[in-house]
């Protein structure tokens, strides 16, 4: 039996409209799509805005915008893009300003292309957010705590910041090296820097807008809006993935350190597929290592085996390999972690463990999470009352007909679809529990 949702949900969305400012200018706008993403990936957008002003008896049918285009589009210089949408009272061209709307997405152009046959000009975009993942370290900041670092990130992005941990105090970049084991941060870009920050912070760290926004996990709760989708509402089209043993969005890590050694073990694990999972191990081990940042001599060695599902019996050769290295590099044990970028990923510190101690442990973890783990994929229409909750930190409450699945999901990824002609839509990707390590 197919459950029906509002017969008049796909009709309730056509009268939103949307404007973009472009280089401080003002346009009406066609379409767009809007992808907010987690896990350092970059948001992106694309707009379509008519290419002329107006249809009229001149030149064969139409008359040229008088703007010269050139002015934004061949500046040498940055060209930022301001989408808003929303549902004016007035929804005739004139009849609204972007007062009247909200905004979905700020950022960068990355090109125009220009179709004169379908009166259209495309206009890709990315979030300023990319200026941070692209952005790789430069210089040390140990002597600083986390605040004072966001500060400097956010100053030299261009960005503005918000920064609320509720009242605790920032950690050290001290505190945040030593935990994470880091060596030095020569391969290290902003972003990992920042992840790695709030792991230690509770926090979680994301660019909305022109802001970086950097907040405890207790601030965020009480402040997160909610958007509620149901059936007889909103809902399009949804499915619900649950795993019972070992999901395959899931990627685990426990990081156990030995400060009086100079040891720090990392055991991570996550899918390859069907029925199997990956234990991928790093160790790093210090042998005349005068401080954890900048290390004189140290000694890696890593090793990786694949194991069946119920995490005993070995399915593969395991291979080892070890190097000497002086510091200065990002020697992490987080770069065992970067296998699976676009996984949940769960990260925990635990001192004292050895490197089996760590692989039960991140096996147990991996297991205790998939049994509460539920993945959402819905596609809704945009109503007035959710044009302000269209973004990363947004709770999304499902109301469907089996109760189980009936909780509140964290966006994996957020997608808009506007279209004067097809209406305005959404499509969320999302699980019902936070990762540990969220990087909005």
């Known amino acids: 039996m197919r459950i029906q949702q509002n017969p008049q949900v796909e009709d309730a969305s056509f009268s939103g409209r949307a404007l973009a400012v472009i280089g401080g200018e003002t346009y009406w706008v066609n379409s767009f799509t809007v992808d907010l993403n987690t896990y350092s990936s970059a948001d992106t957008a694309e707009v379509q805005i008519p290419l002329f002003a107006e249809y009229t008896s001149k030149n064969h049918g139409y008359e040229l915008r008088a703007k010269d285009w050139s002015a934004i589009t061949q500046t040498g210089q940055p060209v930022y893009i301001a989408i808003y949408a929303g549902y004016p009272a007035n929804p005739d061209p004139g009849g609204f300003t972007i007062s009247d709307l909200h905004q979905q997405f700020y950022g960068l152009v990355d090109t125009f292309h220009f179709e004169y046959d379908t009166d259209t000009v495309s206009i890709k975009c990315r979030t300023l957010g990319a200026y ?65 920050m709030a792991i230690v912070d509770e926090a979680v760290v994301y660019v909305k807008g022109d802001t970086l926004v950097y907040e405890s996990f207790a601030v965020q709760k009480a402040l997160r809006p909610k958007v509620s989708l149901s059936w007889d509402h909103n809902l399009l089209k949804c499915s619900v993935d649950h795993s019972p043993q070992f999901s395959s969005l899931i990627a685990v890590q426990v990081v156990a350190y030995k400060p009086p050694g100079r040891t720090s073990v990392a055991s991570s694990v996550a899918s390859l597929g069907g029925e199997s999972i990956s234990v991928t191990q790093k160790t790093s081990l210090s042998e005349s290592q005068v401080n954890y940042v900048f290390g004189t001599r140290v000694l890696n060695s890593s090793s ?111 997608s808009q679809e506007f279209s004067i002609t097809n209406g305005w839509t959404a499509r969320l990707d999302g699980v019902n529990l936070p990762p540990t390590e969220q990087q909005f």
């Not at 920064?163 to 030593?178: D, H, I, K, R, T």
């Not at 019996?313 to 296998?339: D, I, P, V, Y």
């Open 132 to 196: 941070i993942m692209n952005r790789y370290m430069t210089a040390r900041w140990q002597n600083l705590n986390t605040e004072q670092v966001v500060e400097l990130m956010s100053k030299q992005n261009g960005l503005q910041y918000y920064f609320n941990l509720g009242g605790a105090a920032p950690a050290s970049m001290q505190e945040v090296y030593n935990r994470d084991f880091v060596l030095g941060t020569q391969n290290m870009n902003q972003w990992q820097l920042l992840t790695s």
């Open 304 to 414: 990786s085996s694949s194991v069946s599902a119920d995490g005993i019996q070995l399915s593969g050769a395991q291979s080892q390999s070890t190097s000497k290295e002086t510091g200065g590099k990002w020697g992490s044990a987080e770069t065992a972690f970067q296998g699976a970028p676009s996984k949940l990923q769960y990260k925990y510190h635990m001192p004292g463990l050895n490197r089996l101690q760590a692989d039960i442990r991140a096996r147990q973890i991996w297991k205790d999470l998939s049994k509460h783990l539920f993945h959402i994929v819905a596609e809704f229409a945009v109503f007035p009352e959710m044009v302000d909750k269209l973004y990363q930190a947004t709770l999304f409450n499902l109301e469907g007909p089996i109760p189980s699945h009936n909780l509140d999901y964290n966006v994996r990824r957020i």
